[in-house]
């Protein structure tokens, strides 16, 4: 079943789907599951569970939720490695995507998606796809295992044409890759991009500038991303490109606050009732029903929230801040 977490107080795609998780073959050094000690690459969320989602099934996490939100399929691991040719376990994902028109963001660095078989799939989806691409040498030092920089741009031009809008995920990104970045965009903009979305990156041990502590890894002080954002920033605006950022203290920067880069798009409709708006101006009433509010237990191993509405915690937040309510 699609999954949720204490993301929902910023973000405005928290419900996330993931056919597979763990570190996937691509075996990227800043991999996230690496990070968390999740090594072990196996199947995870099926089509059936994707299908009780469009029909209206929710669980504890998700019963906040009563309309169509855009999930985000690919956190947890690639969706489409190079395996799934043989267990077909994304591709019927897909199809079910397709066959409900259900609305998705699909972030992926493989090359099966120009499969014959994927891509025409992706031609009768609502979808916006994210290519994950930083720069060339970056490839090269983090993700000798996943198809090639060259390859993953070459894709472009062909997805522009099939997907809903097309995202160029450069996150991770590091600033050493400035200078390459920059080169790129008006490439992108020429191969039908819609957006440029960029991120820092986040290590399990402090290298470079790379010192910031949060949680169990390491970032760039927001200090040291602010330039070099802006920079990008005025190049894609310069090129026609959109530009996006989920930095954190940085979302000002931002061309969108749903950085996913659905916004303006006719169906996606995101959760707003978050502390990036004014929250009362989007309560559902799911979200005023006794215990939904159990998505913000990640981090809390009691039952504080079984009782409590997802609104009657989020304005606590609004108005006390998360005062170790979650971690």
């Not at 660095?109 to 930083?134: E, F, P, R």
């Not at 602010?226 to 996006?244: G, S, T, Y």
Request: proline share 5%.
């Amino acid at each position: 079943m699609p999954y949720s977490s204490a993301a929902v107080l910023h973000c405005n795609l928290p419900i996330r789907f993931d056919s597979y998780r763990g570190s996937c073959p691509f075996q990227c050094g800043y991999c996230s599951e690496k990070i968390h000690g999740r090594n072990n690459f196996r199947p995870f969320e099926s089509f059936k569970s994707l299908e009780q989602w469009t029909k209206g099934k929710r669980n504890a996490d998700t019963n906040w939720c009563d309309w169509k939100i855009p999930l985000h399929w690919g956190v947890l691991s690639d969706p489409l490695p190079f395996c799934d040719k043989i267990t077909r376990r994304s591709y019927k994902v897909l199809y079910t995507f397709a066959e409900t028109g259900y609305p998705f963001v699909l972030t992926t660095k493989s090359t099966l998606i120009m499969d014959d078989d994927y891509l025409g799939l992706i031609a009768n989806c609502n979808v916006v796809v994210q290519i994950s691409m930083t720069s060339k040498s970056f490839s090269l030092e983090y993700e000798s295992n996943a198809p090639s920089y060259r390859n993953r741009f070459a894709m472009l031009y062909h997805l522009a044409q099939y997907a809903k809008r097309l995202v160029v995920r450069s996150q991770p990104f590091v600033v050493e890759s400035l200078d390459e970045l920059i080169g790129m965009i008006p490439a992108y903009r020429s191969s039908g991009v819609y957006a440029l979305l960029v991120g820092g990156v986040s290590l399990r041990r402090p290298v470079g500038s790379v010192t910031e502590r949060v949680g169990d890894s390491y970032t760039y002080p927001s200090q040291s991303l602010e330039q070099p954002l802006k920079v990008i920033r005025e190049c894609c605006h310069a090129n026609d490109l959109v530009f996006l950022t989920n930095e954190c203290n940085l979302e000002s920067l931002s061309d969108s606050i749903t950085c996913c880069g659905t916004e303006g798009l006719e169906g996606f409709d995101v959760n707003k009732c978050n502390l990036s708006y004014e929250i009362e101006n989007y309560v559902t009433p799911s979200m005023m029903m006794a215990g939904s509010a159990q998505v913000f237990r990640s981090g809390c191993r009691d039952s504080r929230f079984k009782y409590r509405t997802f609104i009657d915690v989020l304005r606590q937040f609004n108005s006390q801040g998360n005062d170790g309510l979650v971690k």
